[in-house]
């Protein structure tokens, strides 16, 4: 079996069952739709945050997820790789399939869901008892892969995917707290990408960070969608504007409006969409 | 390094492979955290049973005369725990009475007068004096403390206050006055730490509306702070009380061991946990033994109560502080 | 208001403060007394015989208390065996895993055995372990520093901000990974401090020595044998008629103070770097 059928085995396959290459479904069967979400509903305790939730993502677009405060737009971006699963309260129905497969299955291992499905979190957060090296391997060394050179590759990769590698080449060994905000936060994304996922969730990534450092962060995400699939959520619609292909807008819960950004932005079919994105409220 | 990975455009040829999550381990850390922390609650019920059992002899042969009674006689087989009883609520009590004004001081000058180049220092010898262990408190307390008590204080308490029952000769150096004193010094740690943190919890602006109104520095602390602050000094005064009760090796050396219950506190005596102190060497199986664990029962009965005790009136938080941490 | 009584309000209020300064002083001062007649009686007796003989026979001056420093340091070794692993594992599963009855308990039950007489541990494991020895000795002073540790790790554990385990949780890694390798460490250095202060605390014990290691007035070959702590032997030598071995109990008091005072400073020296590690 070479390298690459059997990492298709570990990661497409049904969890439940063991890695069988010949009938596993390869990644992207089902193509065109990465994710395919119908009637999503999420509780927490008694009060619903989403109704009804329904929409497609693409694969290796950026899609972006806007919305007033409280709109319900973490939750939906946290529903797309089971987090919701730490919070006890928090119930989740619905479908929700990423390449063809029902994410909620009972037999599914969320653990390995999130393995394809990573994530960014609005406030930076390496690990402060790591260097800089050690922050971006974790996810390689605490998931079983031991060959050092394989590890020292990826975290090279990861760096300079993520615009980081020329600023921290030369200081892998410090301690990750040293960076900048900005630093820390591509850090995380370096994190993220080590393990290869196929898609990336952002949680208004840049929210935290100057104006220059939110630049570079754009920047990486335009260039991250070749090879991913990303979807953002952001406060700031402009840059929603900038880097995404399709928004979605969200309000009390409910999706009013899925389209192409453009459209979105200059001719919403949605009133409210329109009233959003133009600064009638927000 | 191929140009594939300099330029970190394209993936690579190569993939990795992850290790499958190990449902397993989850499951058994999960078990082995769960047995750890259940060990505690063992722990709790292998005292009290260890001890129920140990008793169960004395128990079952003195029953209630148990607590009534003032004889401790091996020889004849014949035990009763009056006295230290007796010596021990007396002796924490004193002590209480003792170390809660002096902690009231100076938790009101550590918060409210203390400079703040003082401030700090004094609260961390505080913390320090918490730390010394309950043998050394007792050396110091059997061969300088006692001696000089029972060269200077002691004599003129019972000159002048003698007609007093509680101060009435003959003056023992060693014995239920020490006993106080010593857990008064041991106890002054926390009544003063809880008590400062109660006053601190008192916002500022309750202090500044009682200044606007032209009032002394005692006088606001007697209006804004102390009046409601007064739960929680009674419960530091609880906490204080807890620990005085289980004072053993300081107050085993100063209290002079005697069996027996006297209205002054010039006189030797003992408390539970110092009786069973004293007697270790003694301790030869039978009726002797079991009563000395029936005494180590009652001194856990009295935790139990105390904590308790402390949890209703100050919450849970209180019963930690009780536990001292 | 009048004058004179706002004059009178005033020497009122100087005076209660004066009370109060005099309070602080009464209640700073035992410390100062202690280590100063520590220091004046014991510290002439810190020889080298001090710390490299055994005690002499009963009545005769000179020797040291050689085996009682290496047996009280054997004590606290043997007691971490039993204290930390339990504490911290305990800890982990109040602070990680609990349920909210669980937990209620646990801390109910450690928060009474913390609260209470040392003596009581010793007379339990008198009952439960045959004969004097370290190991009984040392299970006493273990089952003492469970509930400490349990509670201190709890603690420090509940410390560690949830964004860190979230971002562990979206990388795909195990649970118990998490745990160990990302939360543990991160509350590694207060979780060590809780561990150093239930050993300094263990340390100072006397009670629970007096049912379980008696005392040995020569070297301790096996841990079965009946063994002689530093804090047992102050208290021996304390209760004794011989002036020689109260000097030499003033002698072991200083050193046992030295140690546990270096301990609880030297914690404070490392939590004062604490809290940048868990400012996010």
């Known amino acids: ?282 | 390094m191929n140009s594939a990975a300099v330029s970190g455009k394209t993936r690579p040829p190569t993939r990795i492979v992850l290790a499958p999550p190990s449902k397993t381990g989850d499951k058994a850390f999960r078990l082995l955290t769960w047995l750890m922390a259940l060990m505690v609650l063992l722990l709790l019920a292998l005292v009290g049973w260890t001890l129920c059992k140990g008793s169960a002899l004395s128990v079952t042969k003195f029953g209630w005369n148990f607590f009534g009674h003032s004889n401790w006689d091996p020889v004849n087989g014949d035990f009763g725990a009056l006295p230290f009883i007796f010596g021990t609520f007396v002796s924490s009590f004193v002590g209480l009475l003792i170390a809660l004004p002096l902690s009231l001081g100076t938790a009101v000058y550590l918060t409210e007068l203390a400079p703040g180049w003082v401030r700090q220092p004094a609260i961390s010898m505080i913390e320090m004096l918490a730390a010394i262990p309950s043998v050394v408190f007792g050396l110091w307390g059997m061969r300088v403390l006692v001696p000089w008590l029972q060269d200077g204080p002691y004599p003129l308490l019972e000159k002048y206050l003698g007609f007093l029952p509680i101060f009435r000769g003959p003056i023992s150096g060693r014995c239920m006055l020490s006993a106080a004193i010593i857990i008064a010094i041991m106890i002054l740690p926390i009544i003063t730490s809880i008590t400062r943190e109660v006053f601190r919890a008192v916002p500022d602006s309750q202090r500044e509306a009682a200044f606007a109104l032209g009032a002394t520095r005692w006088e606001v602390t007697r209006m804004a702070v102390l009046r409601y602050s007064i739960r929680g000094i009674f419960g530091a005064a609880m906490l204080g009380l807890g620990r005085a009760l289980g004072e053993t090796m300081a107050v085993t050396m100063v209290v002079g061991n005697a069996d027996k219950i006297s209205a002054s506190l010039f006189s030797a005596g003992n408390t539970l946990a110092s009786k069973m102190a004293n007697e270790y060497a003694e301790t030869t199986a039978g009726i002797h033994l079991s009563a000395l664990f029936e005494l180590g029962l009652m001194v856990l009965l009295v935790t139990v109560v105390t904590n308790i005790l402390a949890r209703l009136l100050i919450g849970a938080m209180g019963a930690r502080k009780l536990a001292g941490t | 208001m009048n004058h004179w009584y706002h004059q009178w309000r005033k020497i009122k209020s100087y005076f209660v403060s004066g009370l109060c300064l005099m309070c602080a002083a009464l209640v700073v001062a035992p410390l100062a007394l202690v280590l100063f007649n520590l220091l004046q009686k014991g510290a002439s007796s810190l020889d080298f015989a001090f710390f490299t003989q055994l005690p002499r026979p009963v009545g005769e001056t000179g020797g040291g208390m050689a085996n009682a420093i290496v047996g009280s340091l054997t004590l606290v070794g043997l007691a971490g065996l039993v204290g930390i692993p339990v504490g911290v594992l305990g800890g982990i599963y109040l602070s990680e895993f609990g349920t909210p009855r669980m937990n209620w308990a646990v801390r109910f039950a450690a928060d009474i055995l913390n609260g209470t007489s040392s003596i009581v541990w010793g007379i339990v494991v008198y009952a439960l372990v045959v004969g004097y020895s370290a190991y009984a000795a040392g299970l006493a002073l273990g089952f003492m520093m469970i509930p400490l540790i349990i509670r201190t790790t709890e603690e420090m554990m509940a410390l560690v901000p949830n964004g860190y385990r979230e971002a562990a949780f979206a990388l795909g890694i195990s649970q118990w990974r998490i745990v160990l390798n990302i939360v543990l460490k991160t509350a590694g250095k207060g979780i060590i401090t809780g561990i150093l202060l239930a050993a300094a605390r263990v340390a100072g014990e006397t009670a629970p020595l007096l049912f379980t290691a008696f005392g040995n007035s020569f070297w301790s070959h096996k841990l079965s044998e009946p063994i002689e702590a530093l804090p047992l032997q102050i208290f021996t030598y304390a209760n004794s008629p011989y002036d020689d071995w109260h000097r030499q109990a003033w002698a072991g008091a200083l050193v046992l103070i030295l140690f546990v005072l270096a301990l609880n400073i030297g914690v404070r020296v490392m939590t004062r770097g604490r809290t940048p590690h868990l400012a996010k």
């Open chain 1, 1 to 282: 079996m070479t390298e690459e059928t059997q990492l298709r085995a570990v990661k497409s396959t049904p969890p439940a069952q063991t890695p069988n290459p010949a009938s596993a479904p390869a990644a992207g069967a089902g193509s065109g739709v990465t994710f395919d979400v119908r009637q999503l509903n999420v509780w927490f305790g008694s009060n619903q945050v989403l109704h009804g939730v329904s929409l497609q993502i693409r694969p290796k677009e950026v899609t972006a997820i806007i919305g007033p405060s409280g709109c319900g737009k973490s939750t939906f971006l946290r529903s797309l790789n089971r987090m919701h699963d730490l919070v006890p309260e928090a119930r989740v129905e619905g479908r929700i399939t990423l390449f063809g497969q029902d994410l909620y299955a009972r037999e599914v291992d969320a653990t390995l869901v999130r393995r394809r499905v990573g994530m960014v979190f609005q406030k930076s957060n390496p690990f402060p008892t790591m260097t800089i090296a050690e922050n971006v391997t974790v996810g390689l060394r605490l998931n079983g892969v031991r060959q050092k050179n394989l590890v020292q590759e990826r975290m090279e990769r990861s760096l300079r995917m993520a615009a980081l590698w020329d600023e921290v080449k030369d200081r892998l060994h410090d301690n990750a707290l040293s960076l900048s905000g900005g630093q820390q936060q591509r850090l995380c994304i370096a994190r993220a990408l080590a393990i290869e996922p196929e898609v990336v969730l952002m949680d208004e990534p840049a929210s935290a960070l100057d104006p220059l450092a939110t630049a570079k962060i754009e920047e990486l995400i335009l260039r991250l969608k070749q090879d991913f699939t990303i979807v953002i959520v952001t406060h700031n619609m402009q840059q929603a504007a900038r880097i995404s292909d399709q928004t979605a807008f969200f309000y009390l819960g409910e999706l009013i409006e899925f389209d192409a950004t453009g459209r979105i932005f200059t001719n919403p079919s949605k009133k409210q969409t329109e009233d959003y994105v133009t600064g009638r409220f927000g």
